[in-house]
């Protein structure tokens, strides 16, 4: 397996029974980044527009294990879409599915578990938010055939990962607005840009099977990009906080992620996967900075 492999027995999966790892493995419980990435941008909601402490907290705890279970489903949905692929790509090849530890059937139960468990948590939440979370099984489910049909799944991952933004306003105030847009646009750039930076792991190999991607299409010009996109997002943030009629020192505290991202621009190295995964992972940093910083126009 190569050394930047992302699939390693730990964390949680480190300690689970054998006959669950393969399941914990399934839904990338060895790797919460992606569970990290899917909830942030609803936390910049509820630190925008929870109309108290104990809300935002109780949204938090449903938003974050909701995270971690549809994350997890994605992931069954994706590697059932892609486990003729993933054989074929080296850091991918030692998924369950793609090694065999799992069955396509035993993948598609443990998908429908996922699924009732992450309806439970949906039914907590206002009528809007949760017709907003069912619409968003159709980007969960059409993902991994963008790879396949457009040179950018990044923007079909960008719609995804982003949905809790709006979702998580409307699941604090009843109702969708304008910030709750421009979050989901902040969101949007900033996924295509991580997301570019994790592509570049697999580039040589997506090329060799045929799967598309922002890191292939933009090649030497992916600084540019990222340069472009962390700078929307900031812009967009900003945004949305004075739309929401946040205290302007909010503003303040955005320098803190935008000289996050300025450090990821900096180092970036795309020929260099070991390093455009730990750029990818800092990410989770970047997301709860963006969230202090909306936090502090509310104090």
């Given at each position: ?12 999966s480190?300690?689970l029974?054998a006959a ?11 790797r919460?980044?992606?569970?990290w ?5 609803g ?14 907290l ?9 995270a971690?279970v549809?994350r ?28 065999g530890?799992?069955s ?20 907590q939440?206002?009528r ?15 993902y991994?055939?963008?790879?396949r ?13 982003t ?12 109702a ?7 979050l ?9 840009a991580y997301?570019?930076?994790y ?41 949305a ?33 070991a390093?455009?995964?730990?750029l ?7 997301g709860?900075?963006?969230a ?8």
């Amino acid at each position: 397996m190569a050394p930047h492999t992302d699939i390693r027995r730990e964390g949680l999966s480190g300690w689970l029974p054998a006959a669950f790892v393969p399941y914990a493995l399934l839904m990338r419980l060895d790797r919460p980044i992606g569970s990290w990435l899917l909830f942030l941008p609803g936390l910049w909601a509820f630190a925008a527009a929870a109309p108290s402490w104990g809300r935002g907290l109780w949204l938090t705890l449903l938003f974050g294990l909701g995270a971690v279970v549809m994350r997890g489903a994605g992931c069954v949905v994706n590697d059932l879409w892609d486990r003729d692929l993933d054989r074929r790509v080296e850091r991918t090849a030692g998924r369950p599915l793609a090694s065999g530890a799992v069955s396509a059937r035993r993948a598609l139960l443990f998908l429908v578990a996922l699924s009732v468990l992450g309806l439970a948590i949906l039914l907590q939440l206002p009528r809007t938010a949760i017709w907003l979370g069912v619409a968003s099984l159709v980007p969960i489910v059409l993902y991994p055939l963008a790879k396949r049909v457009t040179d950018w799944p990044q923007a079909m991952l960008g719609i995804v990962f982003t949905w809790a933004a709006p979702m998580g306003w409307a699941a604090a105030t009843g109702a969708l607005s304008a910030p709750a847009l421009l979050l989901w646009a902040a969101g949007f750039g900033w996924t295509l840009a991580y997301d570019t930076i994790y592509a570049h792991q697999d580039r040589e190999d997506d090329a060799l099977v045929g799967i598309r991607s922002s890191a292939l299409t933009l090649g030497e010009r992916t600084r540019p990009f990222l340069a472009l996109a962390f700078a929307g997002c900031i812009a967009l943030v900003a945004m949305a906080g004075l739309r929401a009629g946040l205290n302007p020192v909010f503003l303040l505290g955005l320098a803190l992620p935008a000289a996050h991202f300025a450090w990821q621009w900096h180092r970036l190295d795309i020929h260099d996967p070991a390093l455009c995964l730990r750029l990818f992972r800092s990410n989770r940093d970047a997301g709860l900075l963006i969230a202090l910083a909306l936090l502090l126009g509310r104090l």
